[in-house]
């Protein structure tokens, strides 16, 4: 059973006020409910169609076709950890909640160590970043933090993708880092793009005609990281 | 001026029924207008808010936020070419209308020669679909195909990604092919995977464990496309 209230509670999380007050986000389907479970995230209650039925079901589904099983799960209290030997990105305003969750996927097959988002990133507890994840939330580090002073204090290399980089193929990247992924339409800001120390660019084919002018931010991001672990895929 | 008629029409194009019927489909936003004007397909009408004023802007519009300019264009009559010598995506299935448009979009960065799609691959005209291939629409060659006919007709080679893949770094990738691309959630269907001739699969990293269990199929596309041109750059 399920009552009135709860269904209201439910569909208030889908505001960020909600979750922000509450400290509650919400994952929906059989896959993400069990990553949930098995992760170190606390699952506050579950619910499934068997239970509450589907009327229910789809009240509380932000799904156009509700899932079986719907979860609220406590946003985790993690203490900041600054990037140190290992590879990092840097989000400077991803506002798209399928590029972020798309992003965290990528971070998750690539092993990212960890990965910091500015303030005006979307929210990770967004449903459609959370669901488009697949379960890297509960896997990959997130912090949110002002991208200028992260990298600006970080000793090791800052890279990011400009369309005056050099090509990627040609540089010899190094296994720890910060990778800086800018904004979907204006790409690194000025203050970020200030504390880039080395500025990277994907060569189109054939090199001197791109098609388009750009490649989406989670897709640049795929292959930058897939070229930096292909790089050194034998030195750890 | 727009009468309340035309505003129905453009309205009924939101659906795939009367874009098939009219053979025409929607283009909204500046760049997406002038990329059309520019190409070489048949603009049948262009529409701008300070003609038509903002409110009717808002009701044909099926962004959140309406554009500037709106335009009705032709569907092309484009002969079906089969591939020969050159780089080609095979597309098996891609079902949501974002990673269609972003894999035009990967294929336009990335030269590739022609985009072929199975008959339950999203349709090219949904509207989100082309909104989402940023202008890439109006210059990949795009045929809806059998792909296992075509792949088994095909005198190359044909490539696709499977979790029990050769690791693509490790193997020598040809300048021309096929690449299969499979269904978001099932992969390669099992009629298409007879016909491919080389397995490959992008490592994850450490090579031991993925995090997450596969990659979103536009940025398997991307890393694996990528893979082919950075191999094969210097050979044309």
């Known amino acids: 059973m399920i009552t009135a209230a709860e269904i209201k509670f439910i569909k208030s999380l ?13 994952v929906e389907g059989e896959k993400m409910v069990q990553e949930a479970l098995k992760s170190g995230f606390e699952v506050e209650k579950v619910y499934r169609k068997e239970e509450i039925g589907e009327a229910a079901m789809a009240r509380i589904s932000a799904l ?83 991208i200028p002073s992260l990298c600006s204090s970080y000793p090791g290399k800052v890279y990011g993708t400009f369309l005056d980089g050099e090509n990627m193929y040609r540089k010899e990247l190094s296994a720890s880092g910060i ?42 991001t795929a292959i930058t990281v897939a070229e930096f672990r292909r790089q050194n895929c034998r030195k750890r």
Chains 1, 2 share one sequence.
């Open 64 to 146: 156009s076709s509700p899932s079986p099983v719907l979860a609220l799960v406590k946003k985790p209290d993690v203490p900041f950890r600054a990037p140190s030997d290992g590879l990092y990105l840097a989000l400077d305003g991803i506002r798209d909640p399928g590029n972020l969750g798309t992003i965290l996927r990528i971070a998750d097959w690539f092993g990212i160590d960890a990965v910091y988002a500015s303030e005006d990133t979307v929210e990770l507890y967004n449903p459609k970043v959370v669901q488009s994840t697949m379960g890297a939330i509960f896997r990959i580090p997130f912090y949110t933090a002002n």
């Open 14 to 26: 889908s505001q960020k006020k909600f979750r922000d007050s509450e400290g509650l986000f919400v």
């Open 179 to 220: 990778i800086v992924i800018g904004n979907e339409a204006n790409g690194i800001s000025a203050n970020t793009a200030a504390c880039v120390t080395d500025r990277l660019f994907i060569p189109p084919f054939p090199a001197d005609d791109p098609g388009s002018e750009s490649l989406n931010a989670a897709v640049a």
